[in-house]
């Protein structure tokens, strides 16, 4: 470690230089990077990363402070005090550890192989570190190493990232390389790896990962702006000998040496691609073609704020303003792009394909979570995109092996969660009128998952109306998972002309029933023979341990998972009141679990757990049961307690999107309760005013009146001027643009939306 005046010396020096290089704080309320608090979800359980990037990027430049643990999913939690380096891939919100691949730190003094513990640094090539040194703004990252007296600033193309660092004068200054870093502690969890040096100022090199993605590929070109003095490649721990320009095999790192003056600057470019070194070499002369770290934070910058842009929001509460802006950065995090400049991409059958021009693939589709409110939330802002994400769902269904994606991750199925909800995103998208959609090839392929594959209990499911809780696990939620997926195939079969197979779906949807209790009023498990599962708990996680009836969920919450027929489901409650009553019930339950429920359901209202996706619908059923007022409360409770502008100030996983996506469509005053249906539930809205951009021109304007900011009651709304009594609205009713204006007040009106004519539209009403 250098002595202590230093390091002061740099810090000094970094504080000088802000003024120049980072973003002015005095920025004018046009300028909305200012408002996104990367921090917000890196502590607690919130998952999710600091480092630079742009929207959508396949390239996720920043700091791994751990790769082992369930709260250092995306490599680094703010808990930490040390970093190990900066690696180019990695997962937002996710509750599965996968990616940081292409592992660089830089140091001075002695070179060490390993990371070392997070309790004792000095034993590796980790560094520590200080928030207080930490800027994470959109595209731009940086920190100083303690440890080495280095500064470290990242920035990223689509494709590319850019590292620039000062360091201090030493003779032993270096970089080290590491391929074998990844997430998780298995030793089997490279497949391959290999390295090659060329023309003394760039690496090539690739692997192949088992881990969550099993058989995934990456492939990486790294160039540097000054010449090695030395460098030496090192195969499990040995160092191979001196002049040796290439390696394979499954342990590989490189050590780069140099000697630097006082605050002599390197940069480091690198590209990613799935498909070569090669293709990442392209990328990456492409996108950075120049050694100018400024353009490349300047035009990362840029494209946050064009995308951040597309909702403008008025309000005089900064902390409402950076949470709302935090989370429409966190929902741009993902799909990520997935193919080469040259329109090569490498597909789900582990083949390289090839896109025309203007087209463009894409991963990381956390399906399970983002369909909810994720993906609708794009077909409004990013409309531009949605062909693309919808194609290529499509690619991915024909070309994989798995059939359906489910939890697709660079090129590979994890098969993570349950369903397959790639057919409601494309169904979604086949409602809204989308065009460009290849619906044709589609249907087939989502048929056939509906239809015919015997996968996760479908067998059973088309045979008995129910998945039998001692024949497969987490049996009442994938009934309830298929039972929507049947109402998503439904649509893409009425799409195309499938009318027998659109009857046969439609009636199908309603296995809902089979899994309905009428005697105690809950979803609950059934065995083989019909008979319900014993003994049942509705807080509990099913009838046993071996099998868990539930996804993420209990009883409490799977009883208010129907979204598609909520007039329906009330009926078999016996009508509105036993349903409120119910549904009251849930929030007021005493917030206790069972010690063997996962950690992913947390952010307790009673047993609604707002930190897991099964239950975001849940605040707006009261709509459906002639209470909107009842949402209207619930909803306004939940914007304000289960998110803050702090490190841990989620409430549970952001999921790719979806714990921001919630906080964003509910701020605007709606939600869609069904996507697949194409339309929106009203809430009650956050701001005063919002402006959301359409695409061609056309904007949503949602006003509010009010005489207090803690007004949340729906007193009258106007639709384009006119008085609109109903619970809901259409898509195709804003899709042109659409002024709403709300007039709130501080108690109930009980009259709005309190008709069954009013009521949001559902199975059962067709």
């Known amino acids: 470690m250098l002595a202590l005046p230093g390091l002061l010396g740099l810090r000094r020096e970094i504080g000088g230089l802000r003024s120049v290089l980072a973003i002015p704080t005095d920025v004018s309320d046009q300028d909305l990077t200012q408002f996104v608090k990367i921090r917000i979800g890196t502590g607690g359980h919130g998952h999710t990363y600091p480092g630079a990037t742009v929207p959508f990027g396949m390239v996720q430049l920043s700091p791994d402070t751990y790769n082992v643990g369930w709260d250092w999913c995306s490599g680094y939690h703010y808990s930490d005090s040390s970093i190990m380096g900066f690696s180019h891939t990695h997962l937002s919100g996710t509750g599965v550890g996968d990616m940081l691949d292409v592992l660089l730190m830089p140091g001075t003094g002695p070179v060490k192989l390993v990371p070392g513990a997070r309790e004792k640094p000095e034993e590796g090539y980790r560094s520590r570190f200080d928030h207080a040194d930490e800027i994470a703004e959109p595209g731009y990252y940086s920190l100083i190493l ?108 490189c050590l780069i040496r140099y000697h630097t003056s006082a605050g002599e600057v390197i940069h480091v470019k690198t590209g990613i691609s799935g498909v070569s070194a090669e293709g990442a070499l392209k990328n990456l002369e492409t996108e950075i073609p120049a050694w100018d770290f400024a353009k490349v934070r300047q035009a990362a910058r840029q494209s946050w ?84 994400f919808v194609n290529c769902l499509i690619r991915m269904a024909e070309e994989s092996p798995a059939g359906a994606p489910v939890w697709p991750l660079q090129g590979r199925e994890t098969g993570c969660m349950t369903g397959y909800h790639s057919a409601a995103v494309i169904a979604e998208a086949c409602v809204k009128k989308f065009p460009s959609l290849d619906l044709a090839k589609a249907y087939p392929l989502m048929r056939k998952r509906a239809m015919m594959d015997d996968y996760r209990g479908l067998g059973y499911y088309r045979k008995l109306g129910y998945i039998p809780a001692d024949k497969e696990e987490e049996s009442v939620s994938k009934t309830l998972e298929y039972v929507y997926d049947d109402w998503a195939v439904a649509h893409l079969a009425d799409a195309v002309g499938a009318t027998e197979d659109r009857k046969l779906l439609l009636e199908r949807s309603k296995n809902y029933r089979n899994v309905f209790d009428a005697k105690s009023r809950f979803i609950r498990s059934r065995l083989e023979n019909g008979e319900w599962a014993e003994p049942f708990d509705p807080s509990g996680m099913g009838h046993s341990k071996q099998w868990h009836d539930y996804t993420e969920s209990n009883s409490w919450e799977t009883t208010f998972g129907i979204q598609h027929d909520p007039k329906g489901y009330i009926e078999l409650f016996g009508g509105r009141e036993a349903f409120l009553q119910k549904l009251d019930e849930l929030f007021n339950q005493r917030s206790k679990l069972p010690e063997d429920a996962p950690p992913d359901i947390a952010g307790l209202v009673g047993q609604y757990a707002h930190g897991n996706e099964p239950c975001h619908h849940i605040a707006y059923l009261y709509a459906y049961a002639g209470a909107p007022y009842k949402t209207q409360e619930r909803v306004r409770y939940l914007l304000e307690a289960m998110y803050d502008n702090q490190p841990d100030g989620l409430a549970g996983n952001e999921d790719c999107g979806q714990m921001s996506a919630w906080y964003i469509i509910s701020a605007l005053g709606f939600y869609p309760v069904d996507p697949v249906s194409g339309n929106y539930v009203f809430g009650a809205p956050l701001f005063d005013r919002a402006v959301v ?64 004519s009013s009521a949001p539209s559902s199975l059962s009403s067709l």
Do not use: C
């Not at 409402?320 to 792009?337: D, N, Q, S, V």
């Open 146 to 253: 303690r440890d080495y007296d280095v500064r470290a600033e990242l920035s990223a193309t689509e494709r590319a990232g850019i590292h620039k660092y000062t360091f201090p004068r030493s003779t032993d200054s270096h970089f080290v390389l590491d391929l074998t870093h990844a997430y998780g502690d298995s030793s089997d969890a490279i497949v391959w790896s290999q390295l090659r040096v060329l023309n003394n100022d760039t690496i090539l090199g690739g692997r192949s990962m088992a881990g969550w993605a099993p058989g995934r590929q990456i492939y990486f070109a790294m160039k540097f702006s000054k010449s090695f003095r030395e460098f030496q490649i090192v195969s499990g721990e040995v160092p191979l000998q001196s002049g040796i320009h290439e390696a394979k095999s499954k342990r590989i790192k």
């Open 305 to 388: 704020q064009r995308e951040l842009s597309r909702i403008r929001i008025e309000s005089s509460d900064q902390k409402k303003k950076e949470i709302f802006y935090t989370g429409l950065y966190h929902m741009m995090l993902a799909p990520t792009l997935f193919d080469d400049v040259d329109g090569r991409y490498r597909g789900m059958d582990g083949e390289v394909h090839h896109l025309p021009p203007q087209l463009h693939n894409y991963s990381t589709f956390s399906l399970w979570d983002t369909y909810r409110a994720t993906h609708p939330l794009y077909t409004l802002v990013q409309s531009h995109r949605v062909p693309d």
């Open 693 to 756: 951009e359409l695409g061609n021109g056309k904007n949503l304007v949602v006003e509010t009146k009010r005489q207090s900011p803690k007004d949340k009651y729906v007193q009258s709304i106007t639709f384009d001027g006119k008085t609109y009594s109903k619970a809901w609205f259409r898509h195709a009713d804003v899709a042109n643009g659409a002024t709403i204006v709300f007039q709130l007040g501080n108690h109930p009106n009980k009259q709005f939306g309190a008709e069954e």
